[in-house]
């Protein structure tokens, strides 16, 4: 059991929040929960947490994307481990560059629409967002995981033990 790392969740399902809080604490995690990008930010700089794990979509497609790209981008915090939660497809690959495979997957005419995909590299557990936003412009964000809902603990609890250690 751990007692002393702290996880942000951040989604705007308090029943989720309920069950990941549920899970987490009875593992003896200390959990901070937030509704969404704005107050996961304020908990981010109030809280200093371990680890995030962040909804893919709240009130905007793009929240959860928005709120792992601040994260990324932040020197502060940057090195804090980022699971995002989803029920979308997850690409699993064997592929290095995963940005390249993701624009020359989305350049095929079946998937040009395709706003988001989330990739997955099934040889160094790489993984990362690669979407569309409102501009139309390409972004990247890289994480380190994929959590499928509904939550699964024998699933969850594996990965975040291996992300704090």
């Keep these: 059991m751990n007692t002393t790392k702290k996880i942000l969740v951040v989604d705007d399902d ?25 107050e996961g930010l304020e908990k981010l700089n109030a809280e200093k947490p371990d680890l995030a794990i962040l909804d893919v979509m709240m009130s905007t497609h793009f929240e959860g994307f928005e709120l792992a790209k601040a994260i990324r981008d932040t020197k502060e915090f940057s090195h804090i481990p980022v699971v995002m939660q989803t029920s979308i497809y ?28 989330l990739i997955q590299n099934t040889v160094n557990g790489e993984a990362g967002i690669d979407y569309i936003d409102e501009n139309k412009k390409t972004i990247w964000v890289p994480v380190n995981g994929f959590i499928k809902k509904p939550v699964d603990s024998k699933k969850l609890l594996p990965q975040i033990e291996k992300l704090l250690n």
Excluded: C, P, W
């Excluded at 987490?24 to 959990?31: A, D, I």
């Excluded at 495979?101 to 995909?117: G, P, Q």
């Design 14 to 38: 308090i029943d989720v929040i309920n069950i990941l809080q549920t899970i987490l604490t009875n593992e003896g995690y200390q959990v901070v929960t937030a509704n969404g990008k704005k």
């Design 90 to 117: 997850v690409m699993e690959t064997s592929e290095n560059d995963m940005i390249k495979m993701a624009h020359e997957f989305r350049k095929t005419i079946s998937n040009k629409e395709l706003d988001v995909l």
